[in-house]
T-cell receptor, first 114, second 112 residues
Framework: ETGVTQSPTHLIKTRGQQVTLRCSSQ?????VSWYQQALGQGPQFIFQ???????GRGNFPPRFSGLQFPNYSSELNVNALELDDSALYLC?????????????FGAGSRLTVL | GQSLEQPSEVTAVEGAIVQINCTYQ??????LSWYQQHDGGAPTFLSY????GLEETGRFSSFLSRSDSYGYLLLQELQMKDSASYFC?????????????FGTGTLLAVQP
């Protein structure tokens, strides 16, 4: 079975720009969640998508938005980038619609905002 | 709110045993998980405890005491490849999401 794949692996943006990160969930998984991991910190929950709808959100502003597609893949969009948005963005998938005890993470997209 | 505390760094030698502690504060408890993350890589699930006691998976074991809001990860027969960051995590309020609250992580350095 394939794992969680994310793209791009690295990218550099400037303040005020917009970015789209992509995630393909593990085969058989229907739920995707996104996390932000700043350097030296643990991952922080951004939001979760199930059945193409957001069904859980962390403490992130509305300029962080997402989509889930019928094939369960997902996008994370961040508008009006700020320097503090520089981080590793992790996608995690599971099969239980939110009741999972095990998440499968991708290797992440490392975003640098200059 | 919800928070987790872990030691920031631990150093041990190959073949040794190391214990990484985690204390948590949470309103509502849905289980304690452990993840391993090699430098810049994907966090990988190690173990999950919903009930008190010890869970063993090969060289790794995890313990939970709900009355003490405390758990630990025990790594035996340490290998160089075990050098990584280890995170404890609790499920966020509301069991309907995969919202995990992570600790800040423990960087384990295994020396020869």
């Amino acid at each position: 079975e394939t794992g969680v794949t994310q793209s791009p692996t690295h990218l550099i943006k400037t303040r005020g720009q917009q970015v789209t990160l992509r995630c393909s969930s593990q085969s058989g998984h229907n739920t995707v969640s996104w996390y932000q991991q700043a350097l030296g910190q643990g991952p922080q929950f951004i939001f979760q998508y199930y059945r193409e709808e957001e069904n859980g959100r962390g403490n992130f502003p509305p300029r962080f938005s997402g989509l889930q597609f019928p094939n369960y893949s997902s996008e994370l969009n961040v508008n009006a980038l700020e320097l503090d948005d520089s981080a590793l963005y992790l996608c995690a998938s599971s099969s239980a619609g939110g009741g999972a005890n095990v998440l499968t993470f991708g290797a992440g997209s490392r975003l640098t905002v200059l | 709110g919800q928070s987790l505390e872990q030691p920031s760094e631990v150093t041990a030698v190959e073949g040794a045993i190391v214990q990484i502690n985690c204390t948590y504060q949470t309103s509502g408890f849905y289980g304690l998980s452990w993840y391993q993350q090699h430098d810049g890589g994907a966090p990988t699930f190690l173990s999950y405890n919903a009930l008190d006691g010890l869970e063993e998976t090969g060289r790794f074991s995890s313990f939970l005491s709900r009355s003490d809001s405390y758990g630990y990860l025990l790594l035996q027969e340490l290998q160089m490849k075990d050098s990584a960051s280890y995170f404890c995590a609790v499920k966020g309020r509301g069991g309907a999401t995969n919202k995990l609250i992570f600790g800040t992580g423990t960087l384990l350095a295994v020396q020869p």
